[in-house]
């Protein structure tokens, strides 16, 4: 159960990357018609961190046994949530604020979560 937290971390900070790209993009927001956002460096801090998200999720989500790596891992996720998640808020992203709280839930599944029995 603790490595599907990390793949619920990857795939929720792929679908924010989504969102963050549109967002730098598009006139408008994604379900925020009143948010001008485009080209800003708000959406740009946004989308790197959700690339950055993406690859804590896939390590975190993978079989590596590196106990310091996974701790940078971890705590550096923790920060990239939420440091996204008040990007997103100050952004008025709402999508990419909610995708940043299934990214913490998925965190707290890699970090509270059983560890698999060796076989």
Do not use: E, H, Q
Not at 1 to 29: E, H, Q, T, W
Not at 47 to 68: D, E, K, Q, S, T
Request: net charge positive.
């Amino acid at each position: 159960m603790s490595k599907d937290g990390g793949r619920v971390m990857a795939f929720a900070a792929f679908l924010a990357l989504c969102v963050a790209i549109y967002n730098f993009f598009a006139p408008v927001g994604l379900f925020a018609p009143l948010s001008d956002v485009r080209g800003s460096l708000g959406a740009g801090v946004a989308i790197f961190g959700c690339l950055m998200l993406i690859i804590a999720g896939l390590v975190l989500g993978g079989r590596r046994r590196n106990v310091p790596l996974i701790a940078i891992f971890v705590i550096g996720g923790l920060a990239g949530i939420l440091g996204t998640g008040f990007a997103a808020y100050l952004l008025g992203s709402w999508v990419i604020l909610c995708l940043m709280a299934v990214c913490l839930i998925g965190w707290l599944m890699r970090v509270f979560g059983r560890a698999p029995r060796p076989a």
